[in-house]
Structure formats: C-alpha cells, structure tokens
C-alpha cells in the first residue's frame, strides 16, 4: 500500500502544473505630481474601488480646471521599484494629442480615453470628465515572473506649439498612478 503522504505529494506537490496568471493592480488614487498641476486639474472625485480582492478599478469625476488645446503633448513613463529606488522601464510620447484623438476608434489609445470621458474632438473645455471603472488592461502587457513589482506611472502634459516631441516643450501637468503586478495563482 502506497502511503497517503506520497500520493499527495504526487498529486499537489510532484504532478501539480504551475499555470500562473499575473494581475496589474491600481495601487493608490490618481494624484498631481506637484502643486502647479494642481492648478490645471482636480484628482479629488476620483477614487478605487475593488470588485474583489484581485480586481481594482478607478471611478469617480476628474476635473480639469483648464482646456487641453490643440497644440498638446503627451508623455507616459514608467517606473518600477528595484532596491527601494524607482528606476525608468518604459517611456512613450504622442507629440500631437489632438491628432490622436481624432483617430476615434483607430488610435492605440481609443479605449483609455473611453473609461476617462475624454471627447472625440480636440482641443476640449476646462469641466468634470467621468471616470467610468477603469481596469488596467492586460491584453497587450508582457506579464511573467519578470514584471512582478511595484510601479509608478506618470502621464505629464506638455504645450508644445511645433508638435516635436524634442523641443519647445512647456510643462501643463502632471498625473501619478502606483500600480502593483502581482501573480494570481
């Protein structure tokens, strides 16, 4: 007779597969990065919500106190926590906000713009802009035992009148986000 002990570690332990899934979660509200964004936009009706203890999402009202004009630029980083410090893994530009836009559903950046009640058309008003239970998708993210971390990211606006990313860059406001990638087994 096989003893217990070894069919159960044969079953959980020895034949177990290790399908792990990894979740990207919100970390902490949605804030200004300094006082002066503070001029251009309120993050205080936007709040985090969780559907469950692997699930959380962001909703609420973000009020830009000022419009976002047509000459509009805008830089996305991210950071990840190694060894206490935060240290860049990623940084993306769209030099002409307002041309992006108005690729409607074509742009890479369609669906974001949805869940944050920002319009089709471009430049927008100063006003409330609804925050309609953002989940951070994962469909396009590489996630593994690699990207497992803590993480900040940064979306800052800049006027920027050439539309070059590399030049005549005006800084208009900064936005910050923490988020976590943690495995889900």
């Known amino acids: 007779m096989i003893p217990i002990i070894l069919l159960y570690l044969l ?15 919100i970390d902490s509200q949605i804030e ?7 001029e251009f936009v309120d993050t205080s009706g936007v709040t985090v919500g969780r559907y469950n203890e692997t699930i959380a999402y962001m909703h609420g009202d973000i009020k830009f106190l000022k419009g976002v004009g047509p ?8 950071h990840k926590e190694v ?5 860049l893994v990623y940084s ?5 906000l307002c041309a992006e836009m108005e690729k409607g559903p074509d742009s890479d950046y369609y669906g974001y713009m949805k869940y944050f009640g920002i319009p089709d058309c471009c430049p927008f008003e100063a006003g409330d802009y609804p925050v309609k239970e953002f989940i951070i998708d994962t469909d396009d993210l590489p996630l593994n035992s690699d990207t497992v971390g803590r993480y900040q990211a940064y979306i800052t606006l ?7 990313c590399k030049k ?11 988020l976590i990638i943690e495995m889900d087994e």
């Open 32 to 38: 200004c990065c300094d006082d002066e964004s503070k």
């Open 92 to 96: 993306h530009e769209i030099c002409d």
């Open 158 to 164: 800049y006027k920027n009148p050439d539309k070059d």
């Open 11 to 25: 079953r959980f332990g020895v034949c177990q597969s290790y399908d792990v899934e990894y979740v990207v979660n």
């Open 168 to 178: 005549n860059k005006e800084f208009m406001v900064c936005l910050n986000l923490k």
């Open 83 to 87: 060894s206490g410090k935060y240290e």
């Open 71 to 78: 000459d509009t630029m805008v830089e996305i980083t991210l």
